[in-house]
């Protein structure tokens, strides 16, 4: 697996998202993920941004969760959603949300 396809699947997008989000077609990202063409490093840096602001927008959500959490207690269900907002795709958007799923320590019932 290529260090691009390994990214690209970290950031959660599909490789027809990623032809969107970088502006290319969808045979490049193909390219680029089989190894068939190296990635550039503007893709690649893309990439990795996108995937820290995904990070950061976790640890902020989970910020957010702990203080609620101090001041009311542990939650029995967490009702979970995600808006689009500023991701370049629902699938970013998901995998910000799925990164915070992923840290909560606490058992709870996620839905």
Known sequence: MTPYALLLRLSGLS?????AFHDVRPDTVKSW??????APGGAMDELRELI?????SAE???AKLRKLTA???????????????D?????AAG???ARVIAKIRHPVEIE
Not at 33 to 38: A, D, F, H, K, Q
Not at 71 to 85: A, M, R, V, Y
Request: proline share 5%; charged share 25%; hydrophobic share 35%.
């Open 15 to 19: 490789q027809r998202e990623a032809a």
């Open 33 to 38: 993920s089989g190894g068939r063409n190296r």
């Open 52 to 56: 820290a602001r995904q990070e950061l």
């Open 60 to 62: 902020a959500d989970l």
């Open 71 to 85: 001041e009311h207690g542990h939650p029995d269900i967490l009702s979970l959603t995600f808006q689009n907002g």
């Open 87 to 91: 991701w370049p795709c629902e699938s």
């Open 95 to 97: 995998m910000a949300l």
